[in-house]
């Protein structure tokens, strides 16, 4: 395979580099962009949700990830009636600037409202379609959201 | 922390997680879902990019991943031109039905069309929002797309 890495010289690489770097992620393509919440410890994907300007920039700020409730349509300061807090240990943004990931120390260990740890507690047999719980519940849903 | 297990006999639990378990990636909420690709070695969050549900289709039918390309409007076979194809090792749902999460053995290394093994090569400083890309060029992508 063709490997940049045995033609450029490294000159040439942070030349070329510096093109690709850019201020951030771009909310003039959306006024909503998909954030992926991984954790940082594991690798284990949680969830995913969504972020506008302003929920990316209090995230920024304050170390605690903020995402735009669709449903709800305001800022979810995810944890804010659970208490299981995301904290950002890394943010990175993808090659169009219309993707989030962030890496999160999960407080209490479950990120999805249904108790599981992550949101993808389902799996699909791609040959049968069959679909199976592979999640252990962490917490009752009723018990923490009260509904 | 009140923990589900603690609580809850084996038979209330099986009672209870057929009510989560449905038929899949619910496409009657959206027409395209996100999809989170992972490597299933490593656990890196390689990109993320939308399906339809025929495109959700072959992929359980081919085992290779099939997105839909939202800017060229069609199916995207990942690897149709740069012959870095995602082989599907698992696939996963969200608890709402609209997110998809495939781990996947990336062919070639790199899933990005930039030439990273991740499309996430750029990495956001918290406190300062200075960006520094992260990752390292495993292709020129003017090699293998020839623009």
């Not at 903020?66 to 995301?86: D, I, M, T």
């Not at 950002?88 to 999160?104: G, M, P, Q, S």
Request: net charge positive; proline share 4%.
């Amino acid at each position: 395979m063709f490997r940049w890495r045995g033609i450029a010289p490294a000159t040439t690489r942070k030349f070329l580099r510096p093109m690709l770097e850019t201020n951030g992620p771009d909310f003039s393509k959306s006024d909503l962009l998909p954030v992926i919440a991984q954790d940082a410890e594991t690798g284990d994907v949680l969830m995913l949700a969504y972020m506008n300007a302003e929920a990316y920039a209090e995230t920024l700020q304050t170390g605690r990830v903020c995402y735009f409730s669709r449903s709800r349509k305001k800022l979810w300061r995810k944890g804010e009636e659970s208490g299981n807090v995301q904290h950002v240990k890394a943010i990175f943004y993808d090659c169009d600037a219309d993707t989030l990931l962030v890496k999160v120390n999960q407080v209490g260990g479950a990120a999805c409202h249904e108790g599981y740890k992550s949101c993808f507690f389902r799996q699909i047999d791609p040959k049968t379609g069959t679909v199976t719980v592979i999640g252990e519940r962490l917490f009752d849903p009723k018990a923490v959201y009260g509904k």
